[in-house]
């Protein structure tokens, strides 16, 4: 069943989204979007927007994809915005920096380059293989979007094969957000 909305909902016996609450947010985004952008609500809000399951709510992966395509807009907004205030040079120049930021992680060994899990985690092997992808895109090697870093799942682990989920999670948002900004 779709909604007034254009989301599909759970089942009747399946918890999805809540709707008011995905609803309100996403009022409030419109609000945000179509005013000028502040840090109050922006493409980290978004980001980070997170609802209360409900019976017969949203399906979760229909509001996460709106979510996605509305991070990108902010992202494109803060960007003409910028290009049109100080010029192309100042975003790109934005832009490598917080680029600059992911690198560090690039050097270090696989297998030592996040946090190691308290009990289970990422796999080690799996993350180490998106960071490596990451870096050969930077060195124009291979193509990557935001969708693929997205979309990565990696395998449970535990002890030492594992990384911290939480740090590792930190990390790949900053680098979705690069690569949205290029995007």
């Known amino acids: 069943m779709t909604s007034s909305k254009g989301f599909r909902t759970v089942g009747f016996f399946d ?29 980290n809000t978004i980001r980070n927007a997170a609802f209360h399951r409900q ?16 991070e990108a807009a902010f992202i494109q907004k803060r960007r003409s915005l910028v290009v049109a205030d100080r010029g192309e040079n100042a975003w790109l120049n934005t832009t490598a920096q917080d680029a600059k930021s992911l690198y560090p992680r690039f050097f270090r060994p696989a297998g030592q380059r996040f946090a190691d899990a308290d009990g289970w985690g990422y796999s ?13 895109y930077f060195d124009g090697k291979v193509e990557l979007s935001a969708k693929n870093i997205r979309d990565a799942v990696f395998s449970p682990a535990k002890g030492s ?12 948002e900053r680098a979705t957000s690069v690569l949205l900004s290029v995007e």
């Not at 019976?55 to 509305?70: C, F, I, N, S, T």
């Open 161 to 172: 094969s594992a990384y911290d989920e939480a740090v590792v999670d930190v990390y790949l």
């Open 124 to 136: 080690k092997s799996d993350v180490d293989a998106l960071v490596d992808r990451l870096s050969d």
């Open 55 to 70: 019976r017969r709510g949203y399906l979760p992966a229909d509001v996460d994809e709106a979510l996605d395509r509305l």
């Open 15 to 43: 918890k999805g989204y809540a709707k008011d609450e995905v609803d309100d947010f996403l009022h409030r985004a419109k609000e945000a979007y179509n005013g000028p952008l502040t840090p109050n609500f922006d493409e």
